[in-house]
């Protein structure tokens, strides 16, 4: 196991749901949401100022734009989304009729394609799926039957994508066709004990080594998909982990969002720094830029 690494808060600002880091290298400056308060939240590494943009829907995973702004998976279906203004415009949405299901986890492939998964917030088992937004707008069902879907991430090459549903406790991994952006021959890499909380958001570093967050387990996970088998952890003083990004100075900082959904007055005095999202500084090795949704609309 690797060294003891640092998990700071920053500032103090406390989310409810927080999830969807994403580190903007032009300018020094880390995007998440906090999707039950329907906001996007701006930490200026620069200034050290702390922004909230409040949006008219909850917003489950943001990515830039190739041009301008932000595409978005949202409670209403994909959307187009500028700051600071908080202009909003939707695209489409392929759950309409399924009034409890809503966007959650999602990210873009090195082709600009946007890929974003749903959830029921009823609970219901398999009621829920994956899909890809193309550059014209228009989506695909990528996977059937899902029941929370949570982290994406491919391998350098885009031979691989991993992928979490996690209901299933399982971190998964699909052959995938870059060209044609399809995924097949699915096949488990680890599953993780229910004693240790269950996989939510997920990253990969420049090794292919895979970071997980585990909701309910207080820590990241380093993952190695090859040897399945859980390499590294680090823990955060915030039991529902929800997400983690690569970002700041070379991609080397480790960036953690946290919950504190359903936290009585006792829990939040017991862990004060619930629902913040934290720092881990210059790990040994770190990522890649987040890739940009190229849109042709």
């Known amino acids: ?18 999830e969807g880091p994403l580190w ?38 943001i990515a830039k734009r190739s041009d301008t702004g932000f595409i978005a998976a949202t409670e209403k279906g994909f959307a187009t989304i500028e700051i600071p203004s908080c202009e909003i415009h939707f695209i489409g949405n392929p759950e309409e009729q399924l009034v409890h299901n809503r966007f959650n986890d999602g990210k873009c492939d090195r082709k600009g394609r946007f890929w974003a998964g749903t959830l029921n917030e009823n609970g219901v088992k398999e009621a829920a799926a994956l899909y890809k937004l193309d550059h014209s707008g228009k989506f695909s069902k990528m996977l059937a039957d899902v029941s929370c879907s949570n982290g994406i991430a491919w391998t350098a090459d885009y031979q691989k994508m991993y992928y979490i549903d996690t209901s299933t406790r399982s971190i998964v991994e699909f052959d995938f066709d870059e060209q044609l952006g399809l995924i097949s021959n699915k096949k488990l890499v680890l599953l993780v004990p229910a004693t240790d909380g269950i996989p939510d958001g997920m990253t990969i570093d420049q090794q292919g080594m895979l970071w ?17 088998m859980v390499v590294g952890e680090i823990k955060v ?61």
């Open 1 to 18: 196991m690797e060294k003891e690494f640092i998990s700071k808060p920053l500032g103090t600002h406390r989310n409810l749901l927080g």
């Open 24 to 61: 903007d290298e032009d300018k020094s400056i880390l995007y998440w949401v906090d999707i039950q308060l329907a906001e996007i939240h701006q930490w200026d590494f620069q200034t050290e100022v702390h922004t909230t943009y409040s949006f008219p829907v909850r917003i489950g995973a």
């Open 212 to 228: 997980v967050a585990l909701w309910g387990g207080g820590k990241v996970i380093k993952i190695d998909p090859k040897k399945r």
């Open 237 to 297: 003083p915030s039991k529902l982990v929800t997400s983690c990004a690569f970002g700041g100075k070379d991609f080397k900082d480790l960036f953690i969002t946290t919950a504190s959904i359903g936290y009585t007055e006792k829990e939040f005095s017991e862990e004060p720094l619930a629902g913040c999202t934290f720092v881990v500084s210059q790990l040994e090795v770190g990522g890649e830029p987040s890739n940009h949704y190229i849109s042709s609309i």
